[in-house]
Nanobody, 115 residues
Framework: QVQLVESGGGLVQPGGSLRLSCAAS????????MGWYRRAPDQQREFVAQ???????MYAGSVKGRFIISRDNTKNTVYLQMNSLNPEDTAVYYC?????????WGQGTQVTVSS
C-alpha cells in the first residue's frame, strides 16, 4: 500500500522560509502529477501547488512567487520550498496526487508562522 509522508513543518517567524518534503513509500511519484494542499484552522483544505511528471508547475495565486514546488523521482519525493512566509500561511500542509486520491491523504505537517 502506497503511503505519502509529509515532513519539514515547524514554527517560523514572518518572512522566514521552510522546506517541506513528501516521501512516497512506493514508486507512485514517478508516474503521477503531484500536488501540495493545506488546511488552515477552521477552513477547508485548499490547493497550493502542483507539478507534472515532467516538471511543469502551477501555483495558487496566494503563494505564487513565494513557493516553489519540485520533485526528485529518484528519491520518490516532492518538495515545497516556502519563502516570505506570513501568518496567513499557517496551516497543516498535505501532499497528494493530481487529481486527489483520498487513499493517499497522510497526517500532514504543521506550519505555523508567528512572531
Amino acid at each position: 500500500q502506497v503511503q505519502l509522508v509529509e515532513s519539514g513543518g515547524g514554527l517560523v517567524q514572518p518572512g522566514g522560509s521552510l522546506r517541506l518534503s513528501c516521501a512516497a513509500s512506493g514508486s507512485i511519484l514517478s508516474s503521477k502529477h503531484m500536488g501540495w494542499y493545506r488546511r488552515a484552522p477552521d477552513q477547508q483544505r485548499e490547493f497550493v501547488a502542483q507539478i507534472t511528471g515532467d516538471g511543469v508547475t502551477m501555483y495558487a495565486g496566494s503563494v505564487k512567487g513565494r513557493f516553489i514546488i519540485s520533485r526528485d523521482n529518484t528519491k520518490n519525493t516532492v518538495y515545497l520550498q516556502m519563502n516570505s512566509l506570513n501568518p496567513e500561511d499557517t496551516a497543516v500542509y498535505y501532499c497528494n496526487t493530481i487529481p486527489v486520491d483520498p487513499r493517499y491523504w497522510g497526517q500532514g505537517t504543521q506550519v505555523t508562522v508567528s512572531s
